[in-house]
């Protein structure tokens, strides 16, 4: 685990390459913590939606006490993203924007939010999803 200090916020970061969990391909998880809140990033390789829909029931199952789970994928034309009662555009647009910048495919991305007591405001809040989303796929680019 790395921890430094960014503008007078301690940032833990710690990350783990996965490749095959069961039937689902897991590229890569990313941790980061902000504020004592913890994002946890998961990327998938995912060839339709039901198999993205038994991946946010597992993710869901197994992060029980997680507070958020805004995900964002693409599968060819079909397209998704989720703020999970985040605020408006705050999770689910950041995550998607990464999947379009960096033109993939066949992808779900994942960030699930252990709320850790402080509010993060919108904008630290969009940059955490949004620095989750880009370091989970960096290794894979």
Known sequence: MTSFEYNNINIMINKCD??????TMLINTYTLEIKKSKFIAYYYQVNDKLEV???LKELKMEHKKARHMPYAY???NIV???DDKEPSNTAGTPIYNIIVQN???HVLIVVIRYFGGIKLGVG???RSYLNSAKEVIKKNK
């Not at 996965?18 to 039937?23: S, T």
């Open 18 to 23: 996965i490749i095959n969990e069961g039937d």
């Open 53 to 55: 829909d038994n991946i």
């Open 74 to 76: 693409k599968i060819d």
């Open 80 to 82: 998704k993203k989720s």
């Open 103 to 105: 033109n993939l495919d």
């Open 124 to 126: 630290l809040l969009t």
